[in-house]
């Protein structure tokens, strides 16, 4: 076999005409000359489209947050941080090993004082994570619209409260950007030691039955009430109360949402009763995105009730019909015990059966902080941080410094700080702000350089290809490992034709692929179809009803979007890194979600066509 | 003891009397599971007829006098008790019961299957399987009598003798029962591990199949199909699907006969994934019933039903198991086995 390698980080070239947008990314996070000694890997995974300039504080503030916490709280015997480099919009990420015998000696002692500390108190540390999660989204809630009257409120002066308006623009910016940061730290308070846990089960699982899908280990460890599944219950309760009140007729499968929404409200009674249920449904259970909440684009159900509403009329026509559409908790927490169980059944010795005993039970007491963090850290916390940010751009664009709300995304978190002081200084003194003769250029420049990245190849990894890869972090978070690179160095030798993935849930569909990029497309899914995406997660999963499998870029075994296919039975295939750019929409596939295979049967030359074109 | 036993009346402690095969298949008809009806030709029959054949010039003695060296020995020893085997009369009370019970068995003159059934064979230690005969698609009671004589003159095949000479067994424990069973007319047939055979995983049970009559598959003759499913979760994992060239089926005038699979046939699964999921039930169900994994024959009817041939403990893997070592021993507090994550490789 030929040694094959992986481009140097100095070989990588900007994209002419895009170096100034280069440029403008923090010089932190621009490739340094000694990073060709090093290996990096493209984190699609997190970060699969060319970053907005503002959206790149997703990932200093993740990687803040996860090496303070590998390095210095709970101190990882062999890994510390990651560090992040920007390239074309792509975001590449290289660990921290620990390799000094000695010194991870010494961090092993420290994480036994100190992560074991979690584990041992893991309930009540959690319970506390849950309140100060609380109380930091209520503080977010709190803060205002930033807003500049034409002159001060008599408010102002009467209660001599001596702070006049634009001060709370900066205010509010620096604290909602200070939310932020302190989100990720808390949400990497727990993640690795959950994910140690479960991932200790998972190698022993391994090792006792080598053959084990690592979707039958996931289910084992599976919680039953996580948060992922409510947005999708409160749709169905919404259904249900639907058919009770009798406005169920009002929801259709082309409906106009506006117009159905102000129908109810004129039908009066049962109407505005339901109005009511779907106001507790929103609050807090529709703060859930339609990505993975890592882009500012990754709007939430409240933003776009497109979503929840499109699976309304389908659990509808069941309710009616006398079907049960309830999730069957009694019956889904006995089966898992049973797999449990006959799980043990096959080990050999009585040590064995201790151990695993020992193994599960540890993983389903840190499983629910795994499974659940995510709501409120990467939707509803997310969602009210870019949704006050569009809040700035929309009053920017009002002072004229760019056209609409959403180009504010195109500047960095300090060049936004400079617009706001800007905004600031000029409703201070009277004369106009300088940024309209500023941005819309820039903003123009940088949109041009993310359509230009958008369309281009990305290597999978770069610099020096590692021995083996034994930190913990990159294995768990990124599920990548020493075949996974082969693959990549190996890519290209195999069927044009056959995607590769996480297999996801079991079963074997053909049937006409339905490639989606946006929540807007959501009306294209006929009865039948099979979902191609590029995220997917338990916000789906009301299309779960209509759809026949589903077939990701983006996620692992035990990634929600997994998770949720399997209590549907729905056979699907995540993280298989490029279908949804592969299969043309229309195209005939097959999906094998016990294999983790996908294969492109018939493409019609039109399509093809139409998308070179 | 008599001549002939049902199925239904004997399980795997009558080894001694009905052989490993013939008390397996009863063991498996006693449990409930889906096994053609059958009979098995006791070892009293075989001690009944050799006795018969001893009273006029001894076989035991002349077995136990061979050199397992001497290939040209036992190869004219072999022609001549083979001979003599097949050209003794049978004792009546033997041919009766053997007609009677066929008559029963075949009361709209099916055709059966004669299978040796060793009472060595399949001996968890001593394996022999292959070494005696299997006679496929028999027509009538007289062929199958002239098909248990065969099956009895196997015991004194050259490699037959030679083996017993190698491991010493003595002559007079050794004996011959044959089971006699309703064919089934398979749609497909295979085999079926509980366990993997390739990592030993307990976990999964393989299957692999081809179109028609199972012998295709055991011969080797045909590559099958291959699946592996979770024993427990019921996932199908792997899907090889292969080129099946040729299937064998039923002869006009009894045996069988291979035939060419047409181009779809060839590429099609022979088993879908309902079928493959009853498989791994009965699969499960057997093991269960024996209390370790199985290495099992099965074969589909026309009608797509799962019908048992045959099972028997997996030895493989099982004898791997005896010297392996536990995976992890349990640890004072849960928590510390996460140090196998976090702490680095141990040197």
Known sequence: MSEKSFPLPSSLKVTPGTEAAQAAYPYYAQFQPGDDERFWFYNSMHFPEPMHHFDMITAEAAYCALGAFNTRVHV?????????????????????PVTDPEEVEARAAEFQQRGFYYYENWEKLYDQWKDKMKALIAQAQDLPTPHLPQLEPME?????????????????YRKQLNGYYQMWHHHFEFLLLGYGAYMTFFDFCKTAFPEISDQAISRMVAGMEAEIFKPDEEVKRLARRAVELGVDQHFTADMDIESVLADLDKVGGPGKEWLGELETSRNPWFNVNVGDGFYHYHRSWNDDLSMPFAALPGYIEKIKAGENIERPMDQLIKERDQMVADYRELLDTEEDKATYDQLIELAHRVFPYVEGHKFYCEHWYTNLFFNKIREFGALLAEHGFWEKEEDVFHLTHYELESAIIDLMLSW?????????????????????????????????ALGQVPEAIDDPAIVMLWGITRESLDTWLSDGEGDPNELRGFAACNGVVEGTARVIRSVKEIDRIQQGDILVCQVTNPTWSPLFQKISAAVSDIGGSMSHMAIVAREYGLPAVVGTGNASQKIRDGARIRVDGGKGTVTILEQ?????????? | MDAVAWFADVGIADRPTVGGKGGSLGELTQAGIDVPPGFVVTVAAFEQFLEKLEAREPIRPLVEALDPQDLGAATKLSEQLRVRVMEEAMPTEVQDALKTAHARLCEDGQPVAVRSSATTEDAEDASFAGLQDTFLWVLDADDMIERVRECWASLYSVESMTYRRKQDFPEVGVAMAVVVQRMVDAKCAGVMFTRSPTTGDKSVITIEGAWGLGSSVVSGEVTPDKWVLGKITGEISQRDISDKHARQVPAEGGGIVEIENDDERRKSPCLTDDELLALREVGRRIERHYGKPQDIEWALDQDGKVLLLQSRPETVW????AESAPVRKPEGKAYNHVMAIFGGKKK
């Open chain 1, 604 to 613: 019609s030359a039109e399509t093809r066509e139409l998308e070179d074109a």
């Open chain 1, 76 to 96: 990882l015997p062999t890994t510390k941080g990651i560090d992040h480099r920007i390239i074309n919009g792509r975001v590449f990420i290289g660990g921290v």
């Open chain 2, 318 to 321: 099982a004898m791997k198991d």
């Open chain 1, 156 to 172: 102002t002066t009467h209660t001599g409260k001596g702070v006049a308006a634009n001060h709370a623009l900066i205010e509010t």
């Open chain 1, 428 to 460: 201070s003194s009277g004369s106009p702000p300088m940024g309209p003769s500023r941005w819309p250029a820039i903003v123009a420049e940088r949109q041009k350089a993310i359509d230009t990245w958008a369309g281009e190849t990305v290597p999978p």
